[in-house]
């Protein structure tokens, strides 16, 4: 038996089930599908969770990159939205955000597809909105 045979076939998300919400109507871009936009609010949302979660506090986004769009969002889909925390800075946490769909309706119900990942940089801040440290652990 080769490597290759070793290897999963079915993908899954990584990191933690953070944020779960359907997508409705009211998401829709002009043609139909679920917008660009509101999905990328949604990762933003979970990325904030995570990280706010270590900050034991406020954070704010300064950056996203290596975002990929996989496959359209339709009404009606449940959206998962995984975190995992990749790397922690003096004020800085990088997290890995993935976007899972279940589409309705599906005869697996178990079976999800990946449909968006991105990195995003948060950084810790306090009451009135300057970056400060993040605690350790």
């Known amino acids: 038996m080769s490597n290759v045979d070793n290897i999963e076939d079915i993908p899954s998300p990584l990191g933690e089930l953070?944020?779960?919400?359907?997508?409705?109507?009211?998401?829709?871009?002009?043609?139909?599908?679920?917008?660009?936009?509101?999905?990328?609010?949604?990762?933003?949302?979970?990325?904030?969770?995570?990280?706010?979660?270590?900050?034991?506090?406020?954070?704010?986004?300064?950056?996203?990159?290596?975002?990929?769009?996989?496959?359209?969002?339709?009404?009606?889909?449940?959206?998962?939205?995984?975190?995992?925390?990749?790397?922690?800075?003096?004020s800085s946490i990088s997290v890995r955000v993935e976007a899972w769909i279940q589409p309705p309706f599906e005869s697996d119900e178990q079976e999800m597809f990946k449909v968006s990942d991105a990195k995003f940089v948060m950084v810790a801040i306090d009451g009135n909105g300057r970056i400060r440290a993040v605690p350790e652990s």
Not at 27 to 36: E, K
Not at 41 to 51: C, K, R, T, V
Request: aromatic share 6%; hydrophobic share 40%; glycine share 10%.
């Open 18 to 90: 953070t944020l779960k919400i359907a997508a409705t109507p009211q998401d829709t871009n002009i043609y139909g599908d679920i917008a660009g936009g509101w999905l990328v609010s949604q990762m933003d949302l979970a990325a904030e969770i995570s990280a706010g979660k270590l900050a034991k506090g406020r954070t704010a986004t300064v950056a996203i990159s290596e975002m990929d769009f996989l496959c359209p969002v339709r009404i009606g889909s449940t959206v998962g939205i995984y975190t995992h925390v990749k790397e922690v800075g003096h």
